[in-house]
Each structure stands twice: as structure tokens, then as C-alpha cells.
């Protein structure tokens, strides 16, 4: 089973983007939930990742202040609000499950979204 990222798209800089990642076939409620991304030619990048309740959040430094993540248990959706977007934001991002907030063990990688920001 895969996470799917979505909501990725064309944003001028200082704009904003809110990214969405589903699971269907399984449930996420109990799972932290990693986001993270990989620009063109550069190794992937941890941005950020939310507890399963959604009380504790952890972010990359090149974010931090500048992108929140949030979830709804109800509908098994975790969301990464981007504001203030810069070029160096460009990636296609991904999100993936953990035991917990601490582990880096993250799985049920899926497919990501491109977000591109433009100067």
C-alpha cells in the first residue's frame, strides 16, 4: 500500500501550495506521517514529519517557519501547507509512514508531486 502525495503544481515565489497525502487500503491514524523531497540532480531532503495525533511536528531547517503540517484523521489525509515558496523549493515532493515521529524507518513510499516555483 502507497501514500499518495497530490496537490502539486505551478507557483510563483512567495506564493503558497498545500500538498495532500492519502493512503487508500489502509489507515494512517496510528502512523507518522514524513514529508520530503527531491529536487533534479540532489539527494532527497527531509521537510518535515507529524505524529499520529498530530500534537508533535519536527521540520527540515531549510523550512522551518515557512511550511506546516497538519492532519485529519477523519478523512486519513495529512497536509503540508507551503508558504513564502522560493525557487530552491522546487521538488517533487513525497510522504511516507513511520512507527512513530523519532523513527527513520519510513515506508509505503508512493509516487510524488511536482511543485515548481518559479522567480
Known amino acids: 500500500v502507497q501514500l499518495q502525495a497530490s496537490g502539486g503544481g505551478l507557483v510563483q515565489a512567495g506564493g503558497s501550495l498545500r500538498l495532500s497525502c492519502a493512503a487508500s487500503g489502509r489507515t494512517i491514524t496510528n502512523a507518522a506521517v514524513g514529508w520530503f523531497r527531491q529536487a533534479p540532480g540532489k539527494d532527497r531532503e527531509f521537510v518535515g514529519v507529524?505524529?499520529?495525533?498530530?500534537?508533535?511536528?519536527s521540520y527540515g531547517d531549510s523550512v522551518k517557519g515557512r511550511f506546516a503540517i497538519s492532519r485529519d484523521n477523519g478523512k486519513n489525509t495529512v497536509y503540508l501547507q507551503m508558504n513564502s515558496l522560493k525557487s530552491e523549493d522546487t521538488a517533487v515532493y513525497y510522504c511516507?509512514?513511520?512507527?512513530?515521529?523519532?523513527?527513520?524507518?519510513?515506508?509505503?513510499w508512493g509516487p510524488g508531486t511536482l511543485v515548481t516555483v518559479s522567480s
Open positions: 507529524i505524529n499520529w495525533s498530530g500534537s508533535m511536528t
Open positions: 511516507a509512514a513511520a512507527p512513530s515521529i523519532w523513527s527513520r524507518e519510513y515506508n509505503a
